[in-house]
């Protein structure tokens, strides 16, 4: 059974920094591209930002400079930590684990910016 579980999640101010964690199990963690997505209310699920199985990395351009995606393949783990946080930036964010041919999503978690 595919598990990924956010944590990290919740309100601060614009300027703050925030640490998102997801813990993955039941897949082969390391094979796997890792990212996370952002919904807003009313809006679409975008990508925020994706690390590939190789290490690669790739963000949207609205995060750019603030938010850094990284993985720990010992211990099943990808993370996103973001920094000088924006009210735009308030969504549910989710960990998703794609496979070769299987996506996986957590849960989601919430963060919200504001004053």
């Known amino acids: 059974q595919v598990q990924l579980v956010e944590s990290g999640g919740g309100l601060v101010q614009p300027g703050g920094s925030l640490r998102l964690s997801c813990a993955a199990s039941?897949?082969?963690?390391?094979?796997?591209?890792m990212a996370w997505y952002r919904q807003a209310p009313g809006k679409q699920r975008n990508l925020v930002a994706k690390?590939?199985?190789?290490?690669?990395?790739n963000y949207a351009d609205s995060v750019k400079g603030r938010f850094t995606i990284s993985r720990d393949n010992a211990k099943n783990t990808v993370s996103l930590q973001m920094n000088s946080l924006k009210p735009d930036d308030t969504a549910v964010y989710y960990c998703?684990?794609?496979?070769?041919?299987?996506?996986?999503w957590g849960q989601g978690t919430q963060v919200t910016v504001s004053s």
């Open positions: 690390i590939r199985a190789s290490g690669g990395t």
């Open positions: 998703n684990a794609q496979g070769f041919i299987t996506a996986y």
């Open positions: 039941g897949i082969a963690f390391n094979t796997h591209d």
